[in-house]
Nanobody, 113 residues
């Protein structure tokens, strides 16, 4: 059984940083592209950042320059480093394994003073 477990979310002040982790079990992530998405109530889930199996990254315009996606295949984990956070970054963040289309349960990020 494949599981993706996100962690690292929480409440942070504007301008602060968070590092999200997505730990996979049951499947090796090394051969799969991975993505981070976010969703706010009433809206569709949107791509934040993705990384191919070869390490090529892609970012939404809203994330470029502030967020960094990375992967550690040895730990079967993908990360999202988020800096200079803004209130509009508030959302539930989800991890996706493209190969097989597996999703985690999400982690809440709230940016507020």
């Amino acid at each position: 059984q494949v599981q993706l477990v996100e962690s690292g979310g929480g409440l942070v002040q504007p301008g602060g940083s968070l590092r999200l982790s997505c730990a996979a079990s049951g499947k090796d992530i090394s051969r799969s592209g991975m993505g981070w998405y976010r969703q706010v109530p009433g809206e569709q889930r949107k791509l934040v950042a993705s990384i191919t199996s070869g390490g090529i990254t892609n970012y939404a315009d809203s994330a470029r320059g502030r967020f960094t996606i990375s992967r550690d295949n040895a730990k079967n984990t993908v990360y999202l480093q988020m800096n200079s956070l803004k209130p509009q970054d508030t959302a539930v963040y989800y991890c996706n394994m493209y190969r097989g289309d597996y999703w985690g349960q999400g982690t809440q990020v709230t940016v507020s003073s």
